[in-house]
């Protein structure tokens, strides 16, 4: 069954540290993968996705994921963190089964430092 | 202009009532969904209607009956509410899946509260 894992429920960060959210996932094919950012009490927005190609895919507000095949993993980074980076992340996969379904993970939340 | 709207934001009810939450998405999207957010954030889709065509319906209680009037509008309804209904209920828009998943717009929520 097609399912995303996110390992890290809550991640702490210093301001202009940077950032790496983990996302493994489990696809029998070439999956579409994708990054949601919610900030609190809104929807979600998308900050970048993969469907093929180059495996370093760039995204709005200066975010980045790497999709490696070998590891089932889609990890998002940002070279420096800013204190309105801080919200919920969704990592996402699919399609499932033929009807374009997305399966998200659990969820990341990023708390910023000043 | 807001792309995906969807009303109320809050609502607050008692069991047993009846509600509705609307939405209505001016993109040109043909594919909308309702997913639910739980307490813990977990996404979980609900319901798909491409053209007006239910194409999704996952687990979910019979008291939920989505509606598509038109393929810009789906709209949840509830019957018989329950406290475990009390979730953030998310309406989102994409267009055609046949096309590949693509990006989901999604609305702000509306957050359900049951008494």
């Known amino acids: 069954a097609q399912s995303v894992t996110q390992p890290d429920i809550h991640i702490t960060v210093s301001e202009g540290a940077s950032l790496e959210l983990r996302c493994n996932y489990s696809?029998?094919?070439?999956?579409?993968l994708f990054w949601y950012v919610q900030s609190p009490g809104q929807g979600l927005q998308l900050l970048l996705k993969?469907?093929?190609?180059?495996?370093l895919v760039q995204g709005i507000k200066g975010f980045e994921a790497e999709f490696k095949r070998s590891q089932s993993s889609f990890n998002l980074r940002k070279p420096s963190v800013h204190w309105s980076d801080a919200a919920e992340y969704f990592c996402?996969?699919?399609?499932?089964?033929?009807?374009?379904?997305?399966?998200f993970g659990q969820g990341t939340t990023l708390q910023v430092k000043p | 202009d807001t792309a995906v709207s969807q009303t109320p934001k809050y609502l607050v009810t008692q069991m047993g009532n009846d509600k509705s939450i609307k939405c209505e998405q001016n993109l040109g999207h043909d594919t909308m969904y309702w997913y639910k957010q739980d307490s813990k954030k977990f996404l979980k889709i609900m319901f798909s209607y491409n053209n007006k065509e239910l194409i999704i319906n996952e687990t979910v209680p019979n008291r939920f009956s989505p509606k598509s009037p038109d393929k810009a509008h789906l709209n949840l309804h509830i019957n018989s509410l329950e406290l475990g209904d009390s979730a953030v209920y998310f309406c989102?828009?994409?267009?055609?899946?046949?096309?590949?998943?693509?990006?989901?717009?999604f609305g702000e929520g509306s957050r359900l509260t049951v008494l």
């Open positions: 696809y029998g094919a070439t999956p579409y």
């Open positions: 993969y469907f093929s190609g180059d495996t």
């Open positions: 989102a828009s994409s267009h055609t899946f046949t096309l590949g998943p693509g990006e989901l717009f």
């Open positions: 996402a996969v699919g399609p499932s089964g033929n009807t374009g379904k997305l399966i």
